[in-house]
Structures are given as structure tokens and as C-alpha cells.
């Protein structure tokens, strides 16, 4: 076994060696050397990027136990929002059409007759982008109505968009639809809540019970 001793080095006595007159030993010192400095420049690249990366964005603002409604021109309520919470981000310094708000469990009724059953959705989160009419809504998506022919209908899945204006509500996502005495599976809906008229895209399959 062999033992060696290396004296210091700085960068001008490297520049000055020529490594094909070194002994092996010194030449392995070199690339650990050169390989160390490496590890260090990346180390030091790498923690000026990862603070970037994992920048937190906080709500610009908190609003809790919030109740939202709106009415037609007749006065009649069009539909109603009820959440715990919402928070609002803002993108840059300024306003912008790049903030949203996150709405925790939001639940949605939306009315087309006074005199008819409604339509309530609801959710475990929603967000809604300040440049539309959409809300976005995720995890646990449940839509229920009231149909004089075909009694309770629901219609669940793990993401939809709501249009509460025009009471419109489509996903690209599984959908899952039941009544009294059936169930139909599909992959994409839109549906009309206001006209009652639902159309599932594509991959039907049901059942149904006599």
C-alpha cells in the first residue's frame, strides 16, 4: 500500500503542470480536485435557483362565510353561492386578468323558474379566473335536481366547469348519472341545466332497472 502527501495548490501552480509528466497518484489528486470544484460551482448555481422555485404565493385577500346572489330583471333570484372561505390572488402589483380566487366547498343553486326545483352543485374546491364567467370546480363534484319525469337525478365527477350566468356546466372528465332506476357512465357531458338537456360524449354504458 502506498501513501502520499499533497502540498497545497493553487490555480496559477496548476496552470503551470503538465499532467502527462505526473505520477498516476497526482493525476488522481487533479481530476478529485477538478471534480470537487465542480460540485461546488453546481452546488452553488443550484442554490440560487431553488428559493425561485419554491416562491410561495400568498392570497391577497381572505373573505369568510360568504354568500353571493344574484337576480334576474324580474327580481327573481338566478342562482346563489354559499362558501367558508375565499381567498384572492394577485398575480403582480396591479390588478390583472392573471388573478383568480379558490373558494373552499363552494355550493351552488341556480334557479331558472321560481316555481321549479333547482339545481344545487357542489364541491370540495372551486376557483374562478377574474377574466370570465367560469368557475372551476374539483374533487367530489356533485350536481342534483328535481325532475318531474325522472324524480331525483345526480350527476357526479372529479371536475367541471360552471357557467352560473347561463347555467351551463361541462367536463371532459368520467361522469357518472343517476335516477331512480338508472345508471349511466360516460367520458365528457355538457349539459343545459336551464333546459334540462344533458349530453354525454362519448364511452356510454348503463343500466337500467323495470
Given amino acids: 500500500m502506498s501513501f502520499f502527501k499533497v502540498s497545497s495548490i493553487n490555480s496559477g501552480t496548476l496552470d503551470r503542470i503538465n499532467p502527462l509528466l505526473l505520477p498516476?497518484?497526482?493525476?488522481?489528486?487533479?481530476v478529485l480536485i477538478g471534480v470537487f470544484a465542480a460540485m461546488k460551482y453546481s452546488g452553488t448555481e443550484e442554490a440560487k435557483i431553488v428559493?425561485?422555485?419554491t416562491a410561495k404565493l400568498f392570497p391577497h385577500v381572505f373573505i369568510t362565510d360568504v354568500e353571493v346572489r344574484q337576480f334576474d330583471h324580474e327580481g327573481a333570484i338566478h342562482y346563489q353561492m354559499n362558501t367558508p372561505l375565499i381567498r384572492h390572488f394577485?398575480?403582480?402589483a396591479k390588478p390583472s386578468n392573471l388573478d383568480y380566487s379558490l373558494f373552499e366547498t363552494p355550493v351552488f343553486m341556480l334557479v331558472n323558474d321560481p316555481n321549479k326545483p333547482g339545481w344545487f352543485v357542489t364541491a370540495q374546491e372551486g376557483r374562478r379566473e377574474d377574466d370570465g364567467l367560469w368557475f372551476i370546480?374539483?374533487?367530489?363534484v356533485l350536481a342534483r335536481h328535481t325532475s318531474e319525469k325522472e324524480?331525483?337525478?345526480t350527476i357526479s365527477t372529479n371536475d367541471l366547469r360552471l357557467n352560473t350566468q347561463d347555467q351551463f356546466a361541462e367536463t371532459s372528465k368520467a361522469v357518472t348519472m343517476r335516477?331512480?332506476?338508472s345508471q349511466t357512465t360516460?367520458?365528457?357531458?355538457?349539459?343545459?341545466?336551464k333546459r334540462e338537456h344533458i349530453e354525454l360524449l362519448s364511452h356510454v354504458k348503463g343500466t337500467h332497472e323495470p
Fill in 186 to 193: 360516460a367520458l365528457g357531458l355538457r349539459a343545459d341545466l
Fill in 24 to 30: 498516476l497518484p497526482w493525476l488522481l489528486v487533479l
Fill in 137 to 140: 370546480l374539483t374533487k367530489d
Fill in 90 to 92: 394577485q398575480i403582480n
Fill in 51 to 53: 428559493p425561485a422555485q
Fill in 179 to 181: 335516477d331512480a332506476k
Fill in 151 to 153: 324524480g331525483e337525478i
